[in-house]
């Protein structure tokens, strides 16, 4: 089976307006789709390629190439990374957010409602908390917050007390026990709609989707040259919303903020008008393509790279 079939892949690198000598970081690796074909468009210059997961990190090994380097790490540190390799400005970056269909159809990464396995769910094959913990330990409030916030599940409130009460009578372990133990306040006939989301949740919370891709996205614009380009692809209306409004206000919450003379404020400038989402042909391909949305922007010319995406007052 194919580790990943890459989604965008035309409009996504193209985005990058690649240039000769250039230097370019895709900070979700995957199977390797995207920074391949970046290699394969790129004259001199070099790629850094980011990704938490150690599957990841072994398929990057056949991509053979003195251009290209691997780096096994989180894209939350992507100035870190990138300082530790001697470079402070790059021409491009691009994200490919979420999962890849390799984590996804593995069953004991634990990602899948179609299987039975670990309540698992962690990119990172490292990192402490996995989705058995969450579910296992959190305060009956904070799960209503995260599946109300993350899964935008309607009945959070009474998911969350089905599960302590579940737990209180024994520990939730497996895929399995978690959906019997959910059966409860699962609609009936639309099963699969309510556990995607309900798994969304729990996958954005163990991963710290939203804080990461908003730490990776503060510092893009600080590593960007200016005229650089982001492309990011997203697949829920979560990350999209945070996409969006770092590139059009310069923050992920509240208005752009404006000079004494009225211009705004915000290191980037948007490429493309909308989102770019895939074609008719590649929804028919692939259907893991249907959410996608591509977003693309330009770091301006002169900004100021201290500008920190929050506003006053937000969240
Ligand atoms: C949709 S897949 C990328 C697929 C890739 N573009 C390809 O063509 O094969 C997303 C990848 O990003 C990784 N990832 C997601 N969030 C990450 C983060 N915060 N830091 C590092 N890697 C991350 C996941 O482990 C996964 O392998």
Do not use: W
């Amino acid at each position: 089976m194919t580790y990943h079939q890459p989604v965008l892949l035309q409009e996504s690198v193209d985005a990058l307006a690649i240039k000769p000598g250039g230097i370019y970081v895709d900070v979700t690796f995957g199977g390797g789709g995207h920074s391949a074909h970046i290699l394969s468009k790129m004259q001199g210059g070099q790629l850094y390629s980011f990704d938490q997961d150690t599957d990841a990190e072994k398929q990057s090994e056949k991509l053979i190439s003195d251009q290209f380097t691997f780096v096994k790490a989180n894209f939350r540190y992507l100035k870190k990374y990138l300082r530790l390799y001697g470079v402070r400005q790059v021409d491009g970056i691009l994200a490919d957010l979420g999962v890849s269909s390799h984590q996804f159809n593995t069953a004991e990464r634990g990602f899948s409602t179609r299987f039975d396995g670990p309540l698992d769910m962690r990119m990172d094959n490292d990192s402490p908390l996995t989705a058995r913990e969450v579910v296992n330990t959190y305060e009956e409030e904070q799960l209503h917050k995260i599946f109300g916030l993350y899964g935008e599940v309607k009945n959070a409130r009474t998911l969350a007390r089905e599960i302590v009460s579940s737990r209180n009578v024994q520990a939730i372990e497996t895929i399995a026990d978690f959906k019997q133990a959910i059966m409860g306040c699962t609609p009936k006939g639309k099963e699969n709609k309510y556990l995607a989301q309900v798994f969304q949740a729990l996958r954005i919370e163990v991963n710290d989707e939203l804080k990461a891709l908003e730490e990776m996205l503060e510092q893009a614009v600080e590593v960007l040259k200016p005229g650089g380009r982001l492309s990011v692809i997203s697949y829920h209306s979560l990350e999209d919303r945070l996409v969006k409004n770092y590139i059009s206000k310069g923050k992920f919450f509240g208005e752009v903020e404006k000079d004494f003379f009225g211009n705004e404020i915000k290191p980037l400038d948007s490429v493309t008008r909308k989102p770019i989402v895939p074609s008719a042909q590649e929804l028919q391909e692939n259907n893991r393509s249907r959410s996608a949305k591509l977003r693309v922007a330009e770091k301006r010319e002169t900004q100021d790279s201290s500008n920190k995406g929050r506003g006053k007052g937000d969240r």
